[in-house]
């Protein structure tokens, strides 16, 4: 019996256990003080500090039981988590000020730059390395990321934008894959910055690399560069748009439709889709949230399937004969996590559990996804401080960098003509 148990001591496992209380948390969302913990915008107020209390607590029991559970050693984490869990609030916070936000820079992008310079200009003491553990925040921000899926958004998203984002995904994550392989980007760096490109920015890499083991470094890379390509996107889709949408129709509501589907498809994170079509127009907004939403939504899909792919490989680099153990043996489990939750906050909702259901934005999910980011933004953090930037400037990453942008560039072509044909021609 206690070798039945220890199987399930391990960090796919134990992350995914530690979810669920918070999980449960989040399901009681509606009957919490303003909804629950908020991440901090500022410093300066009393609320601000009192949430701030309770994301450090609830963190702090999270890494302690996680560690305890996990055999690692307990001695040292509770300062070295009290400084991770300090820069990670400053990174909230500057991501939240006004002219930063409006910029599309989100909170992870911060965490790794000042992890980066903790990390490159002052040396690291032994008594701060406890809790830098940046695979294990992951993979509970992933599981929680999962409660804020449902299936009602495939119904919300509408047909047209479902077709649209299988087909680009589609399209784009193997044009950019190969096109990543050609230049000898390595295998799971390739698949999360593709997942990027085609799928929805930062969660999408968070995810795919969380299933396919990326390496940390490459991981904090790749998601810079999303980040820092996300802020010439914003301006340049919607003046394409202006220019290109009107030499194909007269009329205004296609025109928006077009321009919504094409921004929506192709600028990389949630906040960048609502400040690019905003630009172009209201209605155009309301497409792109929707195509948005539709993307974010394929995320588990495109997971589960590298998962399973990765799973039946063998250690060679070879294709495994196919068997359901061997699939098991190998598959992260914490993507099941992510599944279940996001199958158990559906059922919950379509069922009229939360008392909230037919609200568009719930405030269970809502939760959920400020859980998710809080703990994305301290795995950030502990990346950036184990990662020294001479490696980010290695020859291999120029190539990751050359792959995203050509990726991006493929994508925007095909969102464009996916659109036009979808939401011009067939509507």
């Keep these: 019996m206690k070798n039945f148990f220890k199987q399930f001591l391990v960090e796919d496992w134990v992350t995914t256990l530690l979810a669920i209380p918070i999980l449960v948390l989040c399901g009681c969302a509606y009957y919490l003080p303003g909804g629950g913990p908020k991440i901090p915008a500022t410093l300066l107020t009393h609320t601000a500090w009192l949430n701030i209390s309770y994301l450090f607590l609830i963190a702090l029991v ?191 509501a296609t025109q928006n439709a077009i321009a919504g589907a094409w921004i929506g498809g192709t600028v990389d994170t949630t906040s960048g889709v609502g400040a690019a079509s905003a630009i172009y127009g209201e209605e155009a907004n309301k497409i792109a949230m929707i195509v948005k939403a539709t993307q974010n939504v394929l995320i588990g899909v495109v997971a589960f399937c590298i998962a399973t792919y990765l799973a039946s490989k063998s250690p060679d680099g070879g294709r495994q004969r196919p068997s359901l153990r061997i699939v098991w043996d190998k598959f992260p489990k914490f993507v099941l996590g992510f599944v279940l939750a996001s199958l158990v906050f559906s059922l919950l909702q379509q069922n009229g559990v939360f008392p909230d259901f037919e609200a568009r934005k719930l405030t269970e999910t809502a939760l959920a996804k400020r859980f998710s980011g809080f703990f994305f933004s301290l795995a950030f953090v502990c990346i950036g401080m184990d990662t020294r930037l001479k490696d980010i400037v290695s020859r291999e990453n120029r190539n990751i960098l050359y792959a995203f942008l050509a990726a991006q560039c493929f994508n925007i072509v095909v969102t464009f003509f996916a659109a036009w044909l979808l939401f011009g021609v067939l509507a």
């Design 62 to 252: 999270v890494l302690y039981v996680g560690n305890r559970l996990l055999s690692r050693p307990l001695k040292g984490l509770f300062w070295s988590f009290v400084v991770v869990f300090a820069v990670s609030m400053l990174a909230q916070v500057v991501a939240n000020i006004p002219f930063v936000k409006m910029c599309g820079f989100e909170a992870v992008f911060f965490s790794v730059i000042f992890g980066l310079i903790i990390r490159n200009f002052f040396h690291i003491p032994e008594w701060l390395k406890p809790a830098i553990q940046g695979e294990f925040f992951i993979k509970i921000g992933v599981v929680c990321l999962g409660a804020t899926i449902l299936f009602r958004d495939f119904v919300a998203a509408g047909s047209l934008a479902l077709v649209q984002g299988c087909v680009v995904i589609f399209c784009v994550w193997f044009f950019g894959y190969i096109l990543a392989r050609r230049l000898r980007v390595d295998e799971t760096s390739a698949m999360t910055l593709t997942s990027g490109v085609s799928i929805c920015g930062v969660s999408a890499c968070i995810t795919t690399a969380g299933v396919a083991n990326t390496d940390g470094k490459k991981l904090s890379y790749i998601v810079s560069v999303v980040l820092i390509i996300v802020v010439p996107m914003i301006y340049l889709m919607p003046y394409l748009a202006k220019l290109v949408v009107p030499l194909l129709t007269d009329d205004v």
